[in-house]
């Protein structure tokens, strides 16, 4: 098994640009993805199987810092969707593979990114501040 | 891009040097169908996933969620389908996701299969819970007669 620790510094060290983050913040975000996904899975089929302990895990997710932790999720989601989207395209286009459109359509997704994420991370932000202690 | 999928008959390649060229294409591998189900659940997953955020996650949030509102989201046969549409997609592109980055870093073929095959017993699991939930619907006696 290749040791994790040297993929983490090697894939800081191989210095591939934008290519290369998207592509590690595609693995990230798809990772993110994809723990909640099996976890909120089996907490919503609660509803079904052991209704009467479905509110604990709401209870859970209630508190401030699982709600960090879903305002990650939201970025993990939208920057995995939008990079998925651009990396489909050029797969079903391949005649736009030219390395400066590589390049602009990852500052594309950052930016596509920014404007969804920024404002649903204020206001779940809010959301999270106003039920604090309470 | 018909062109290219035609799984026995010949394709066009790109024109080299004003020539065009006749090539067979191979028939479609597993691992092809698995590449082109990654791409076809990802665009899908775009709608589905967005939209589930948007409603489920930032404009209701878990202060608003209860078995109640469970039950009364799911009185609506539409949204067990798009439930039923989401848990489909995102959790089959998420195993073959979990197993390319596993042999990414796996590379014995013995431990790769078992990964696979771990993948495959907890999410089937997992979707199977999801489907019969989905089915089922919420189980509770008694839920409030102002909750649907």
């Known amino acids: 098994m290749t040791n994790p620790v040297a993929t983490m510094s090697e894939g800081l060290r191989y210095r591939g ?23 909120h899975v089996i907490d919503t089929s609660f509803v079904y199987f ?15 810092y699982f709600g960090l932790g879903e305002i990650a999720l939201v970025g993990c989601v939208l920057y995995h969707g939008l990079n998925g989207l651009r990396v489909a395209l ?11 459109l590589q390049q602009r359509s990852v ?22 501040l106003s039920h604090l202690g309470g | 891009m018909s ?26 591998s597993l691992e092809t169908r698995i590449w082109q189900f990654m791409r076809i659940s990802g665009v899908a997953l775009i ?21 109640c509102f469970v039950a009364a989201r799911w009185d609506l046969l539409a949204w067990r389908i798009y439930d039923a549409a989401l848990l489909g997609f995102a959790m089959l592109h998420g ?15 013995g431990l790769q299969r078992i ?19 989905l089915i089922g619907g919420v189980r509770l006696v008694d839920i409030p007669a102002n909750c649907i």
């Open chain 1, 50 to 64: 052991w209704p009467d302990h479905y509110i604990n895990w709401i209870m859970f997710y209630r508190t401030w």
């Open chain 2, 115 to 133: 990964i696979r095959l771990a993948i495959l017993l907890a999410g089937g699991a997992v979707i199977l819970m999801g489907a019969i939930a």
């Open chain 1, 107 to 128: 500052v594309y997704v950052a930016i596509a990114f920014a404007v969804l994420f920024v404002p649903a991370a204020i206001f779940m932000g809010g959301n999270i």
């Open chain 2, 47 to 67: 709608p589905l996933a967005f939209g589930h955020l948007a409603i489920m996650h930032v404009i209701n949030s878990v202060h608003d969620m209860n078995l």
């Open chain 1, 90 to 100: 050029f797969d079903l286009r391949p005649e736009l593979w030219t390395p400066e």
């Open chain 2, 95 to 109: 195993m073959s996701g979990l197993r390319t980055v596993a042999e990414d870093y796996v590379h014995q073929p």
């Open chain 2, 3 to 28: 062109a290219t999928t035609t799984t026995t008959g010949a394709a066009q390649s790109p024109a080299v040097g004003g020539m065009r060229r006749r090539v067979a294409l191979p028939e479609k």
């Open chain 1, 17 to 39: 640009r934008f290519g290369q983050w998207a592509w590690i913040l595609h693995r990230v975000g798809g990772l993110g993805t994809v723990l909640f996904l099996f976890l």
